[in-house]
T-cell receptor
Framework: GAGVSQSPSNKVTEKGKDVELRCDPISGHTALYWYRQRLGQGLEFLIYFQGNSAPDKSGLPSDRFSAERTGESVSTLTIQRTQQEDSAVYLC????????????FGSGTQLSVL | GDSVTQMEGPVTLSEEAFLTINCTYTATGYPSLFWYVQYPGEGLQLLLKATKADDKGSNKGFEATYRKETTSFHLEKGSVQVSDSAVYFCALYSGAGSYQLTFGKGTKLSVIP
């Protein structure tokens, strides 16, 4: 597609429920990143994919968080047993192999855990 | 570890005022430095970058100079417009062994007519 697409744009869930967030990167971009932005905070790195492998998962805050990617396409970030502190904007970005420091971001998913 | 510190917002300016948003960094080696901008309702997008000391990145009237001696990359614009209202993020990329950009907290700029 023309840009990075994320869905849903907003998600309200109850504490303890599982949620799935989806990211469609720019076609042909091999690298995909997930970041989290809590209110009033900077962007917090979660995980990086190169193709469908994840060489850097260091940012995942707990084992409730997991992510997968199908080839060089769609990625899904799953949060199990959501907690109120998981409320944040979840941002996805992709980059090409030739310019891996230039990230193209989606508009994010606003997650609210009640 | 790597870190980026940028000035707290929000910043409110009148149209045609001069803008400075301060950014300092801590990193190992020689990082590349970036400013990203997020307009209302849109995703972050790259505004400008500099890859080595004394380089000046520029775009859309914005400029930032990579100052190794002061570990800074301050964003400037001589005359802001209402359309510049956005959140601005300073970021660094350490390169080899690092797969991620490290971002500052963002500075919200509002320009009033």
């Amino acid at each position: 597609g023309a840009g990075v697409s994320q869905s849903p744009s907003n998600k309200v869930t109850e504490k303890g429920k599982d949620v799935e967030l989806r990211c469609d990167p720019i076609s042909g971009h091999t690298a995909l990143y997930w970041y989290r932005q809590r209110l009033g905070q900077g962007l917090e790195f979660l995980i990086y994919f190169q193709g469908n492998s994840a060489p850097d998962k260091s940012g995942l805050p707990s084992d409730r968080f997991s992510a997968e990617r199908t080839g060089e396409s769609v990625s899904t970030l799953t949060i199990q047993r959501t907690q109120q502190e998981d409320s944040a904007v979840y941002l996805c970005a992709s980059s090409s192999r030739l310019s891996n420091e230039k990230l193209f971001f989606g508009s994010g998913t606003q997650l609210s855990v009640l | 570890g790597d870190s980026v510190t940028q000035m707290e917002g929000p910043v409110t300016l009148s149209e045609e005022a001069f803008l400075t948003i301060n950014c300092t960094y801590t990193a190992t080696g020689y990082p590349s430095l970036f400013w990203y901008v997020q307009y209302p309702g849109e995703g972050l997008q790259l505004l400008l970058k500099a890859t080595k000391a004394d380089d000046k990145g520029s775009n859309k009237g914005f400029e930032a100079t990579y100052r190794k001696e002061t570990t800074s990359f301050h964003l400037e614009k001589g005359s802001v417009q209402v359309s510049d209202s956005a959140v601005y993020f300073c970021a660094l990329y350490s390169g080899a062994g690092s797969y991620q950009l490290t971002f500052g907290k963002g500075t919200k700029l509002s320009v009033i007519p």
